[in-house]
């Protein structure tokens, strides 16, 4: 069964500074992996996903995400976060060849300060 | 146009009740899921639809849970004697095909508060 584990539970940065966030998923075999965003009062919403080829990965609103096989992750970056970035991260995985089943982790709350 | 659809947005009810939890999915989508997300944890797979029927209902916690999409479209999860532990937002999303490339749209969600 695959597992997905976000490192970090909150985040607080201040407007401008460089954001990472961690995640680490466990499957053996081939994947495909998501980054959902869900904004205060808003739906979740799919922010980036990868599915193959190129490993790094452009989403909405200027966010990245980095597929590195060799360590299963998939860490979210933006270089300069802005105070509607504050929201809830969500990182999600699922076996391709069917449906999508997806696990998520835990979540990333990201507090942005102007 | 419309995105997914949820209701009621909150449900109280008491322990033992029954309930009913209704989804619209987008016009057209034919893949339709529902997820759970308890306090402090991400959305957990509960149930897949393809069409009318239930393709995979492996995530559904026992039997007092069920739903059905008699048409194709709407669907309901019931949940049958609850219990406090069943309260969570319940989540449904739906996709334009069951293919794994295909986004999930997902829905406002029911809080269910089980007093």
């Known amino acids: 069964a695959q597992s997905v584990s976000q490192h970090n539970h909150h985040v607080i940065l201040s407007e401008a500074a460089s954001l990472e966030l961690g995640c680490n998923y466990s499957?053996?075999?081939?994947?495909?992996l998501f980054w959902y965003v869900q904004y205060p009062g808003q739906h979740l919403q799919l922010l980036l996903k990868?599915?193959?080829?190129?490993?790094l990965v452009k989403g909405i609103k200027g966010f990245e995400a980095e597929f590195i096989k060799s360590k299963f992750s998939f860490n979210l970056r933006k270089p300069s976060v802005q105070w509607s970035d504050t929201a809830e991260y969500f990182c999600?995985?699922?076996?391709?060849?069917?449906?999508?089943?997806?696990?998520f982790g835990t979540g990333t709350k990201l507090q942005v300060i102007p | 146009g419309a995105g997914v659809s949820q209701t009621p947005s909150n449900k109280v009810t008491e322990k033992g009740k029954y309930v009913e939890l209704r989804c619209d999915p987008i016009?057209?989508?034919?893949?339709l899921y529902w997820y759970r997300q308890s306090l402090g944890q991400g959305p957990e797979f509960l149930i897949y639809?393809?069409?009318?029927?239930?393709?995979?209902d492996s995530g559904l916690p026992n039997d007092r849970f069920f739903a059905v999409r008699p048409e194709g479209s709407v669907s309901t999860l019931k949940i049958q004697r609850t219990e406090r532990g069943d309260s969570a937002v319940y989540l449904c999303?739906?996709?334009?095909?069951?293919?794994?490339?295909?986004?999930?749209?997902f829905g406002p969600g029911t809080r269910l508060t089980v007093l």
């Open positions: 999303a739906s996709s334009r095909t069951s293919g794994y490339t295909d986004t999930q749209y």
């Open positions: 499957y053996g075999g081939t994947v495909n």
């Open positions: 990868y599915f193959s080829g190129d490993p």
């Open positions: 999600a995985v699922n076996a391709p060849g069917g449906y999508q089943k997806v696990t």
């Open positions: 016009s057209g989508h034919t893949a």
């Open positions: 639809f393809q069409g009318t029927g239930a393709a995979d």
